[in-house]
């Protein structure tokens, strides 16, 4: 594990805090998401609401806060008519907006000289081919017949590299829905030579198996043999589920794990819209919190439809007397 990672994970008391959701926080915010680019949509439109919630989950006691660029992508921009120079200065403006975010916050933190907060991490987010097709894929992982891994390091290789090269302490490979594009990432951060670490994050719908129903464990075996993967992981996936992963990631792996699911509401690809479930308020979910870290997880955080009410009772709860509310800084 690299210095960085294992540092906030020993500075956090043994469990460091992810940031929550943060499409879900833009919309709080007032953004509207609903476009090709969902989220990414703001680093055009609106980058100063994505700097406001960063600064939320920094308040809210996260160690590590995610970037803007989960659906940040080259193509996505081109189809917005704009140039190739463009489309890469919005993915580094992706990276620098966490950055500033986390200086500013640490600065202020520091001035208040109470050893409160943790210096967070950057993790540079890269959502997966299905969350750019944005036809609901990224929760089956159904790509298609003619789709290869070499089709998917082709999609994925210049936003690795500008991503890599902005400056974040981590690379998050968010809601990786099936084994063939995990094994795509694994060889791209070998052929690029990749040197920010990574986590590779998988999404699952029945609790057992990725969503594309192949197992953890046949991934667990590429994943384990690279050097450049420190973290592996699950997020976007409901709660009740969690704790039955991080037990058959224990008994598959050594790597360091990272749990961030969502709120237990189910995405409708078609409809553009979250479907009422079984949905876990920050209260259950800080009770969960606490189960997840001691079955093993080093990595705790919110995925979609969580907050930073969720994160606040997530870190109260993990970090226990170290963690205080926003009102206290
Ligand atoms: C994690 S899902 C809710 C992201 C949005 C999806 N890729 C879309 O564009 O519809
Ligand atoms: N980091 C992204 C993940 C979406 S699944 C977000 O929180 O919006
Ligand atoms: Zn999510």
């Given at each position: ?56 989950y ?26 190739l ?54 929760y089956s ?34 809601a ?57 992981g ?67 955080g ?28």
């Open positions: 594990m690299a210095v960085a990672v294992e540092e906030i994970v020993r500075r956090a008391g043994g469990c460091a805090v992810i940031d929550g959701g943060f499409a879900t926080q833009l919309e709080a915010l007032g953004a509207d998401i609903n476009d090709p680019l969902w989220s990414a949509a703001c680093l055009i439109t609106k980058p100063h609401l994505i700097k406001e919630v960063h600064m939320q920094l308040v809210a006691g996260a160690d590590v806060i995610i970037s803007s660029s989960y659906q940040a992508t080259i193509p996505g921009f081109l189809a917005r008519g704009m140039l120079e463009e489309a890469e200065g919005l993915l580094r403006r992706s990276i620098e907006l966490a950055l500033e975010a986390r200086d500013e916050f640490w600065k202020s933190t520091l001035r208040k000289s109470k050893p409160v907060y943790n210096r967070a991490l950057v993790a540079a987010s890269i959502g997966s081919y299905g969350a750019y097709l944005a036809d609901g894929s990224e992982g159904s790509y298609g017949e003619d789709i290869t891994a070499e089709k998917l390091k082709d999609f994925h290789r210049r936003r690795l590299q500008v991503l890599a090269s902005a400056g974040p302490d981590l690379i998050a490979f968010e990786i829905p099936n084994k063939m594009e995990a094994q795509a990432l694994v060889e791209l951060l070998e052929e690029e030579n990749i040197q920010v670490p990574s986590w590779i994050c998988f999404s699952s719908v029945d609790g057992k198996n990725l969503c594309s129903g192949e197992s953890f464990a046949e991934c667990l075996q590429f994943l384990n043999a690279s050097d450049k993967v420190a973290i592996v699950v997020n976007c996936t409901p709660p009740q589920f969690i704790e039955g992963i991080i037990r058959e990631l224990k008994k598959q792996t050594k790597k360091a794990i990272a749990v961030y699911p969502n709120s237990g509401e189910v995405w409708d690809g078609r409809a553009k819209r979250w479907l009422p479930a079984q949905c876990f308020g920050h209260k259950s979910f800080d009770a969960l919190a606490k189960r997840w870290q001691e079955a093993g997880a080093s990595f705790v919110g995925c979609c439809r969580t907050t930073p009410s969720t994160i606040r009772a997530v870190s109260k709860v993990l970090k226990g007397k170290t963690a205080y509310s926003a009102t206290q800084i």
